[in-house]
């Protein structure tokens, strides 16, 4: 649930939101990756507390020697990726068809597994804060992938109505991220995938500890737990923008396979290793664009050596 707020703050906010993303919609589409690296640069001076979450991110990443990459980059990289992203948003074809001729398919054999699986019964989809994954999520359904996700509203009204709006025009399925588990999990049927962010510190509840660039993170279990619960093959799926403006790479990984026959909480512990290497993988390639500005380790095992795995989630009481 959103925070309450003044009308008038979030009247101002709206106003001045919409300006700028009315200057986006005019704006030649060449102009969007230099326009969001200025403001990315200028966020980045702006926002003081987000340069040492940055900071620490990095030298938790790649350590503090000669050849870690430079943090500040990173972070001006990053912000400009974060508001690229949502200019692409407002850019995006309402026409579904010029919409679907943009967005390129790595491989067109992952894309058929993929498939395949949604019509058998449903599959779990893992994604991150990395590329274009807002046009990721509001396209799945262009390509015969109907999608439910969680979601956190913003805590401004009228902005979140337009976001939601915009985001779910091709028939994405928004589910409130506070104590929509449940909800979501009714979406995972035939015919249908569930995404889930699976890069994102857990701070309180149930989570299990991946290693994520060689440092333990404390990680929500449900994708694991939903595909495990439900038998269904686990996915990651991240996405990147192609050489021309407005136009996007899809990159799906082969799936896992949850194992019923064995031990549900080393299980899930097994398949969210697994999508969390791939998505290091991912940004171990292109640094630039993902979320560092998040503090991805925040949380810290209770014990100093307590090792991945060793926190025990409890997958019916999570989603039943």
């Known amino acids: ?5 003044s009308w008038l703050r979030n009247v101002v906010e709206f106003a001045l939101a919409r300006s700028v993303l009315f200057g986006v919609q005019l704006m030649p589409a060449r102009m969007l990756a230099p326009t969001s690296r200025l403001l ?43 508001c690229l992203s949502f200019m692409e948003l407002a850019r995006l074809p309402k026409d579904p ?31 991150a804060h990395f590329g274009a994954y807002e046009v990721m999520a509001v396209a799945s359904s262009l390509f015969g992938l109907p999608c439910a996700t969680l979601a956190r509203p913003l805590d ?18 928004l589910v ?13 049927v035939p015919g249908r995938v569930i ?9 309180s509840g149930r989570r299990v500890w991946v290693k994520f660039f060689g440092t333990v993170a404390a990680t929500a279990p449900t994708a694991g737990v939903l595909a495990l619960r439900a038998g269904r093959p686990l996915f990651t799926v991240v996405s990147r923008r192609g050489n021309r403006p407005l136009e996007f790479e899809v990159d799906i990984r082969a799936p896992h ?10 299980e899930v512990n097994r398949l969210m290793q ?9 940004v171990r390639r292109e640094p630039e664009q993902w979320l560092w500005t998040h503090r991805r380790w925040k949380t810290r095992p209770e014990l100093a050596d307590q090792a991945p795995g060793a926190s025990k989630p409890d997958p019916d009481a999570l989603v039943s």
């Open 195 to 203: 995404a889930m962010m699976v890069d994102i510190n857990r701070r």
């Open 97 to 127: 068809e010029r919409l679907k001729a943009r967005i390129k398919v790595r491989d067109p054999d992952a894309m058929e597994r993929l498939r395949h699986a949604v019509e058998q019964g449903g599959a779990v989809i893992a994604a």
């Open 176 to 188: 409130d991220n506070r104590g929509g588990a449940r909800e979501l999990a009714s979406h995972l």
């Open 156 to 173: 401004n009204p009228y902005l979140e109505r337009w976001l939601r709006g915009a985001r779910e025009r091709h028939g994405l399925t």
């Open 257 to 266: 396979v949850p194992h019923a026959d064995a031990d549900r909480d080393s």
């Open 274 to 282: 697994a999508v969390t290497a791939e998505i290091e993988e991912a």
């Open 1 to 5: 649930m959103a925070r309450r707020r």
């Open 40 to 82: 990315g640069r200028i966020l980045y001076r702006v926002i003081t507390s987000r340069r040492r979450v940055v900071r620490e991110n990095v030298r938790l990443a790649f350590g503090s020697g000669p050849d870690a990459p430079d943090p500040d980059r990173l972070g001006r990289l990053s912000l400009a990726n974060l």
